[in-house]
């Protein structure tokens, strides 16, 4: 969005509330205050990571094997190294399903679909639950947004929808490869305009008004004249820019989340959550042409780097085979731009959270919008699969070290009586930060909706 219209089309879309009136329904004290989501999209192999099976057949068993973890009887792939010592804070679910049809082969459709909590394609187009959870909640921090993407560049981040809430709530995404020495987040600054020119701007502005009648059009320019400060304060605040600038940490906590775009993109969740913004996603990939260590690498062959392997998944370096081409792009699941850097980032940023005193407070979600095939293609790839899959999760009350659900042998489906939804999934995430979804809330025409109908809180976790 251009710089110029941020405040203007903030303003009009809080302004087209109108009569709308909103509270957080209460469910009693919450367990969170925050949510960090981290969505690794493209269909990460849970045979791979979270869900290894040593006795599948040898012909499609994956050459990493087991691991123990620092819980007793709980393994994990070896691609896992560093996070298998922080098992005792995670509860790991094996038993996730998405049994959608048409959305299992669209990898935009199960991202609205992570996003949203919803499944895409209703009578209304449901916002994600980052922009309800703002609308909703709010932030502790008036100077930042309620709801955050790190970095929000890849082309799935173009699936976020504010939905039928005014676009105040859409997403903020902080672009750029945060790994760059150079990185900054755009759109908050003055940009060669100062602040005391700045305020006068303001000040003739508010000015406009004046004139304004009837309730209708009080009520509207209340909106505006609040979102209107609010934008102000991000625009001079030091602490919005604090928020962001990683430069702030100790060299020592940038180089244990790993300084590539994952660690650092990772370690940029746990600022912002820290900061006082209420909801978190980190969505990111390692690029081709990528820093570390602030120095510029290159994975070549590498040109988008998400988990969709199609296409030769153990390869030691690029995927782009003879007679592939849906999987390629990508890395081996082993190396460093996948499960090494995301390793390394994320038993950081459970550790890191856990130190600070913020997992008490911050649900973490580690997801996915599917798995992979059990069997092995003749690509040398594992395809999309979704009758079988993990996500993990820790902190704000979630029991640690303990799996949930089971899979067969071969981790093709679910033997366990459990299974669960990305509807189960948001109902979690409302109902950990207390929100009370027997209330609906309305769309502007007076519609009511039902947060996460379909869906019940997956009770292992509370």
Known sequence: MPRRNFIGLGAAGLASLGGWTWAAPSRGKPAAKNVLVVFEQGGMS????????????????????????????????????????????????????????GVANSHPLGAQYIYSGEPPGGAVEMPDMSAVIAMLMGSKASHLPSSIMVPGTNEMASATRAGFLPPAYQVFKAGG?????QWSVPNLGLHGVDERRFRNRRDLLSSLDVGLTGAAQAKGA??????????????????????????????????????GLRGQSYLMGRKLIESGVRFVTVDCREPMNTWRDGKQVKFPGGSNMNWDHHDDIYSNSHTNIKGGGAGAGRYGIHTWPMMGSLDKALSALIDDLHQRG??????????????????????????HWTHAFSFAFAGAGVPGGQVVGSTDKDGGY???????????YAATIYEKLGIDREKPIDTPDGRPIYLAKNGNPIPALF
């Open 358 to 383: 913020l997992l008490e407070e911050t649900l973490l979600c580690v997801v996915t919008e599917f798995g992979r095939t059990p069997k092995i293609n003749k690509r040398k790839g594992r395809d």
């Open 177 to 181: 490869n945060l790994a760059d020495p």
């Open 222 to 259: 209340g909106a505006m004249r609040s979102f209107m400060e609010r934008a102000a304060d991000m625009l001079t605040n030091p602490a919005t820019r604090s928020a962001f600038d990683l430069e702030t940490e100790p060299a020592k906590v940038r180089e244990r989340y790993g300084t």
């Open 46 to 101: 849970h045979i791979d990571t979270w869900d290894p099976k040593p006795d599948a057949a040898a012909e499609h068993r994956s050459p990493f094997k087991p691991i123990s973890t620092n819980v007793p009887g709980i393994h994990v792939s070896e691609l896992l190294k560093q996070t298998a010592r922080h098992m005792d804070k995670l509860t790991l679910v094996r038993c996730m399903t998405q049994p959608l049809p």
């Open 414 to 424: 679910i033997t366990s009586s459990e299974a669960y939804t990305v509807d189960d």
